[in-house]
């Protein structure tokens, strides 16, 4: 409901950031300086991505260190220390000096669930489709296709189970986990499977192996600045504040990953060398024009998940919100609609840019190869539709979506059927004044007092005996006969059938929105990368 939350900057993301730790001890050897063992399950409520991960790490909390300084968190969870059991006054520390404002909620350990019943839990639930394996993201099949302590991934398993518990009692586990928005966390000195990690950061053309970026730990990220500062604990006068000069949010997203994980391998730089040479030559007029056009683009991102949950049929139906009485309905919903409205105008924009730099060809593989990949058609096809599917002004002004004809069956027949009683009501009076041989007869009133037959005061000594009176004024008496009162009731459940299915027009437009999830996050990553 609030629409600051939307409209915030990149500079917030911690705002939304909810981090669960979960960690053990391990054995010590002088072989190894290895000493802890952490499972991490951070959630960003509102972009609606999930990332679990599980890696040892040293006396130092060198890892984890590295994790809170690049996601800063504003919630941490943890388990709660018993007999040397659950999180450690080290890891505490590092809460404690590197995100400092973030609140701390201490879990017990049997509110937590084990690994193997957090795997049981979401293999049982219904956040992605039909229970089961196979319609689950890759990243949390790789969680749960083998029973917890036989895969080694307890602690992840367990951390998730922390993390799903807080979301359970803010009500919004299933209109995030629901976005399949999943990714495995590995430690950037750690060797990256690329099948299980997903790689948003890099060109479409580039993927993920495990030396193929500097490993920037906490310690490193602090001395040169590059986040913040060291004094201040400012973004101002770090290298960030210096080199963020994205046009968008998801661009400015994804400048910062790269920034924190620089290049070393050598193809790998010099391709993007010489995509940034190529947009500094012969396609330099399309990036002057590009960035003309995308000062004003909103954070798709953010406004993709808030279409997600408003299109949730589980949420429309099961959630505490669909049993609330808002008495600000109609503000609500001309909100949504105007967010909607938003991503809509957000895309045609990214659209028209990407069609700047489409009118050449690229000589640099890699850039040729972003904008080649851009869905333009496709995109260009998708919005017309849902431009197509209501006027906008209209909605935002009344607070519903009107359905046109042919695109909600369920509302085409409810309107037929309203029209239907409202001319059964007019030929009615007509019948009326044809028996009674008064042509003066009309109906009054309004919401449940409707239809109301209005007759002069000095006639109703000839009304039929049928008729109850139900109120009068100086000069005229109103009545209702016993078919209005059936006709009537007709009518309320008609219209009331089609105030239902309008509300749920609006949900099933989002839904189907939602639907095309793909196409929008490709044409995101093109633009984000250009």
């Known amino acids: 409901l609030l629409e600051a939350s939307v409209g915030a900057s990149d500079n917030s993301d911690s705002s939304s950031r909810l981090m669960c730790i979960i960690e053990t001890k391990l054995a010590s050897t002088l072989a190894s300086s290895e000493c802890v063992e952490y499972g991490i399950c951070l959630v960003d409520s509102v972009l609606g991505h999930v990332t679990t991960g599980q890696f040892t790490d040293d006396s130092q909390r060198t890892r984890l260190r590295t994790l809170v300084s690049t996601h800063l968190p504003q919630e941490v969870v943890l388990e709660k220390c018993v007999d040397g059991v659950g999180h450690s006054q080290e890891t505490l520390g590092v809460i404690r000096l590197l995100a400092p404002r973030a609140s701390q909620e201490i879990l017990r350990a049997e509110d937590i669930r084990s690994g193997e019943c957090t795997r049981k839990a979401l293999l049982q639930s219904d956040y992605f489709g039909e229970k089961g394996v196979a319609t689950m993201p890759s990243a949390i099949q790789n969680l749960v296709e083998t029973e917890a302590e036989e895969s080694g991934k307890e602690l992840a398993l367990r951390a998730m189970g922390g ?54 730990d906490a310690v490193t990220l602090a001395n040169l600045e590059l986040l913040v500062t060291s004094f201040e604990k400012s973004e101002k006068g770090s290298l960030w504040h210096f080199m963020n000069k994205t046009r968008t949010p998801f661009g400015r997203r994804l400048m910062k990953d790269w920034l924190c994980r620089p290049l070393c391998d050598v193809a790998a730089i010099r391709r993007r060398r010489g995509a940034v040479t190529e947009l500094m030559g012969e396609f330099s007029g399309a990036v002057d024009a590009s960035k003309k056009v995308l000062r004003n683009v909103g954070d798709l991102e953010r406004l993709l998940a808030r279409v997600h949950s408003n299109g949730s049929k589980k949420r429309a139906t099961e959630h505490p919100d669909s049993r609330a009485i808002m008495y600000e309905m109609t503000t609500y919903n001309a909100r949504k609609i105007k967010e909607f409205g938003e991503i809509l105008k957000g895309f045609e924009v990214v659209l028209a840019a990407a069609a700047l730099f489409q009118e050449q060809t690229a000589q640099c593989t890699l850039l040729d190869a972003v904008i080649n990949k851009f869905p333009s058609a496709e995109l260009r096809k998708v919005l017309h539709h849902f431009r197509s599917q209501f006027d906008e002004k209209q909605a935002i002004r009344d607070g519903q979506i009107k359905p046109k004809s042919g695109m909600n069956p369920e509302y085409d027949e409810a309107v037929n059927q309203v029209t239907e009683q409202t001319n059964a009501l007019d030929d009615y009076l007509r019948e009326m004044k044809r028996q009674t041989g008064m042509n003066d007869l009309k109906y009054w009133g309004n919401n449940k007092d409707r239809f109301q037959i209005e007759v002069p005061i000095h006639k109703s000594a000839n009304v039929p005996h049928d008729w109850s009176s139900k109120s009068q004024k100086k000069t005229h008496r109103r009545y209702w006969t016993p078919k209005i009162v059936k006709m009537l009731a007709l009518l309320t459940a008609a219209e009331e059938k089609k105030a239902a299915a309008q509300l749920d027009t609006m949900r099933a437009i989002f839904h189907t929105f939602d639907s095309h999830k793909n196409l929008w996050n490709r044409a995101l990553a093109c633009m984000a990368t250009l």
Do not use: C, W
């Open 163 to 216: 993390a799903l518990l807080m979301l359970k009692r803010s009500l919004i586990d299933h209109e995030i986990l629901s976005q399949g928005n999943f990714s495995t966390y590995v430690p950037m000195d750690m060797s990256v499977d690329v099948k299980s990690v997903p790689d948003k950061a890099e060109a479409p053309t580039e993927s993920a192996s495990g030396d193929k970026y500097m490993v920037l």
